[in-house]
């Protein structure tokens, strides 16, 4: 369970990073996963993938 804690980012932890409330926090990641969806991928409800956060965020994990 550890590896999917670090390879997906929740809300929580999103809201804690951006200083945005989790709510807003959920509609980011809505927003990627759709995205994600588009293109074929399979997504988890709630949680983003690292990798593609980061590549989408500016600034996001340096």
């Known amino acids: 369970m550890k590896t999917q804690e670090?390879?997906?980012?929740?809300?929580t932890e999103l809201s804690e990073t951006l200083g945005v409330s989790t709510g807003q926090a959920y509609k980011i990641i809505r927003r990627l996963n759709n995205e994600l969806?588009?293109?074929g991928?399979?997504?988890?409800s709630g949680?983003?993938?690292r990798r593609y956060?980061?590549?989408?965020?500016y600034g996001?994990?340096?």
Not at 53 to 57: D, Q, R, S, V
Request: proline share 4%; net charge positive.
């Open 6 to 11: 670090k390879n997906y980012v929740t809300a």
């Open 37 to 39: 969806d588009k293109k």
């Open 41 to 44: 991928f399979i997504t988890v």
């Open 47 to 49: 949680k983003c993938p």
């Open 53 to 57: 956060l980061e590549e989408k965020w």
């Open 60 to 62: 996001y994990g340096k």
